[in-house]
């Protein structure tokens, strides 16, 4: 069974930086790839980006320009850089990984932007 472990929110300043983690319990590489999403009481999970196998990312509009994600194969770990935090942004936020038609999910972790 694959397991994400995520770790990195906490509360944060308009303005600030946060970086997540999502370790996972086997090589990275065996999946085709992994992204973070985020969600919000009410609201439905949403993807904010996500890193292919083969190193390609995309991100989800808000984000642009503000968020990276990047993968480490040898830590079996992705991240999720976050700059110039909004109070939008506040959220769970989830690692995900995919692979043969499934899902993998971390248990989340609370992201909070104070104004």
């Known amino acids: 069974q694959v397991q994400l472990v995520e770790s990195g929110g906490g509360l944060v300043q308009t303005g600030g930086s946060l970086t997540l983690s999502c370790a996972a319990s086997?090589?990275?590489?065996?999946?085709?790839?992994m992204g973070w999403y985020r969600q919000t009481p009410g609201h439905q999970r949403e993807l904010v980006a996500v890193?292919?196998?083969?190193?390609?990312?995309n991100y989800e509009g808000s984000v642009k320009g503000r968020f990276t994600i990047a993968r480490d194969n040898a830590k079996n770990t992705v991240y999720l850089q976050m700059n110039n935090l909004k109070p939008e942004d506040t959220a769970v936020y989830y690692c995900n990984a995919f692979k043969d038609r499934l899902n993998y999910w971390g248990q989340g972790t609370q992201v909070t932007v104070s104004s």
């Open positions: 086997e090589s990275i590489f065996r999946f085709n790839g």
């Open positions: 890193i292919s196998s083969g190193g390609n990312t």
